[in-house]
C-alpha cells in the first residue's frame, strides 16, 4: 500500500512542481513564459490521450510487470527535467511522465482492486485521493522554499527519489496475470488521442490565437483564419469517427478500445 500511495505522490507531485518551476525555466532558458508552460501542457496532453490505451495495454501485458517498467520512464523524466540544457528536454521530459502516468493511473486501480479487498480496498482507494492533497501540499511548501533558495531543478530530485522508492516497493505486488488475447485497437487510440490533442489545444488557445480570424500569435493561419476554432472542428470530427468505429467494432463482435455499451439496471426486488 506504502508504494501504491507513493506512487500517487509521485504523479500529483510533479504536476504540483511544475507551475513552481516556470519562473526558473524562464530565467534558466530565456525563453518566454508561455514557452515554459508548455511542460504543464503536454504532461496533461500525453495523460489523457493515452490513458485508455495504457489501460488496455496494462490488461494485456499484465499490471505487476509493466508497472515497476513505467515508474522507470517516470524516473527518466526527472533525470531530464534535472539535467535539461533547453527547454525543449524539459518538455520532451514532461511529454515522457505524461506517458508513463498514463499507465500507472489506471495500474493504480487495477493493483488495489486485485490486492486489496472489502474495507481495505475502500481504505486503499480512500489513501490515493489523500495522496493528492498530501502532494500538492508538499510540493508548493517544499518545492517553493527550494526554487527560492536553490533552483528549480533540485525540486525533481524529489521525484527522482520517490520513483526510485516506488520501483523497490513495486516487486511486493501481485496481480493476475496479463491476457494476451487482449486486442489494442490502435486506429481508435490514434484517433481519441489526436482528438484530444486537437480540442485542448484549440480551446486553450482561442485568446492568443483568435477565436475567428487569427492574431499575430498565432503559429500560422489557414486563409487568414485562427488555427484555434480549425483545431476543435478537427477535434470534434476526430472525436466522432472515434466513436462511430467503437460501435461498429462492438456491433461486429470485435473487441473496442473502450467498451461504451451499458448494462441494464436490475430492478430492485
Known amino acids: 500500500m506504502v508504494g501504491l500511495f507513493l506512487a500517487q505522490v509521485l504523479m500529483s507531485f510533479n504536476v504540483a512542481a511544475l507551475p513552481i518551476s516556470l519562473g526558473g525555466m524562464v530565467e534558466d532558458f530565456g525563453v518566454p513564459p508561455t514557452t515554459a508552460s508548455s ?4 504532461y496533461g496532453l500525453a495523460v489523457a490521450a493515452l490513458v485508455m490505451t495504457g ?11 509493466i508497472f515497476p517498467v ?4 517516470f524516473a527518466g523524466s526527472s533525470l531530464m527535467m534535472i539535467f535539461s540544457p533547453t527547454v525543449a528536454w524539459a518538455i520532451g521530459g514532461q511529454l515522457l511522465a505524461g506517458a508513463a ?3 500507472i493511473v489506471p495500474a493504480l486501480v ?12 475502500a481504505t486503499a482507494v480512500g489513501s490515493l485521493g489523500s495522496a493528492r492533497a498530501f502532494s500538492g501540499m508538499s510540493a508548493f511548501l517544499i518545492g517553493g522554499a527550494l526554487g527560492t533558495t536553490v533552483g528549480w531543478r533540485p525540486i525533481f530530485f ?4 520517490l520513483a526510485v522508492v516506488v520501483f523497490v516497493l513495486s516487486f ?16 481508435a487510440s490514434a484517433l481519441i488521442g489526436a ?19 487569427a492574431t499575430e500569435g498565432a503559429p500560422f493561419n489557414i486563409a487568414g483564419l485562427s488555427p484555434a476554432p480549425v483545431l476543435i472542428v478537427l477535434g470534434v470530427v476526430l472525436g466522432q469517427l472515434f466513436f462511430v468505429r467503437t460501435k461498429r467494432r462492438a456491433a461486429a463482435g470485435r473487441v473496442p478500445l473502450v467498451d461504451l455499451s451499458v448494462p441494464p439496471c436490475t430492478p430492485c426486488s
Not at 511542460?39 to 503536454?42: K, L, N, R, S
Not at 511486493?172 to 486506429?187: C, F, M, N, Y
Open 55 to 65: 489501460a488496455k495495454l496494462g490488461q494485456r501485458v499484465g499490471w505487476v510487470p
Open 39 to 42: 511542460t504543464i501542457v503536454v
Open 70 to 73: 513505467v515508474v522507470v520512464v
Open 110 to 121: 487495477a493493483l488495489i482492486a486485485q490486492n486489496y479487498a472489502g474495507s481495505q480496498q
Open 101 to 103: 502516468a498514463a499507465i
Open 195 to 213: 482528438s484530444i490533442v486537437s480540442l485542448t489545444l484549440g480551446f486553450n488557445n482561442l485568446n492568443g490565437w483568435g477565436i475567428v480570424r
Open 158 to 161: 524529489i521525484t527522482l527519489g
Open 172 to 187: 511486493g505486488l501481485r496481480s493476475a496475470a496479463g491476457d494476451r488475447g487482449i486486442k489494442i485497437d490502435t486506429v
